[in-house]
């Protein structure tokens, strides 16, 4: 019996369309970012609100009278540091955890599509999630054209996606 070679397997080349569109990705974003806005905000409205103010009296020979200064409660800022660790731990399970197990943030799901591997077309798992988040710091740094690249890019990935190898697919 005589042996094959092995066949070169070429990759399938799929049409711009077989990916996610630029407008659901922002609007999936936007999903995403309301619980963290909104734990932020309530820590920072009680900051704001909650003030307190201390008024020394001092008593020399110019009489000048007592001296006020106002300042943020320990509550409210203990409030904030609260709502900002709270924010913290959601967009860490929310990008780490689940876009990392199952291919989607709470936003993606709701947008229907997930992040996969470009070669495996899995979800990426937990770090690899959390470095593809990391890395869209390097889509705002040049005036957020790595945000925009979607728009014309023939996978329509950010520049965060393809240093991660990704790509965003529509679920059906």
Known sequence: MVAMPPVAVTP????????????????????DAIPAAVLIGIGFGILASDRETACLSEVSEYDLGPFCSSGASTLGQVSFAIGAVASAL???WNYGY??????????????KFRVVSEKTWQPIGF?????????HALDAFLCYIGYLLPLWDPKRQTLADKIMSTV????R
């Open 12 to 31: 399938r080349v799929l049409p711009r369309q077989a990916f996610t569109p630029w407008i659901r990705r922002v609007l999936a974003f936007l999903i």
């Open 127 to 135: 770090i690899r999630s959390l470095l593809r988040q990391l890395a």
């Open 90 to 92: 959601y967009l860490i």
């Open 98 to 111: 689940r876009q990392g197990a199952t291919g989607s943030s709470i936003g993606k799901a709701v947008m």
């Open 168 to 171: 965003c697919i529509p679920v």
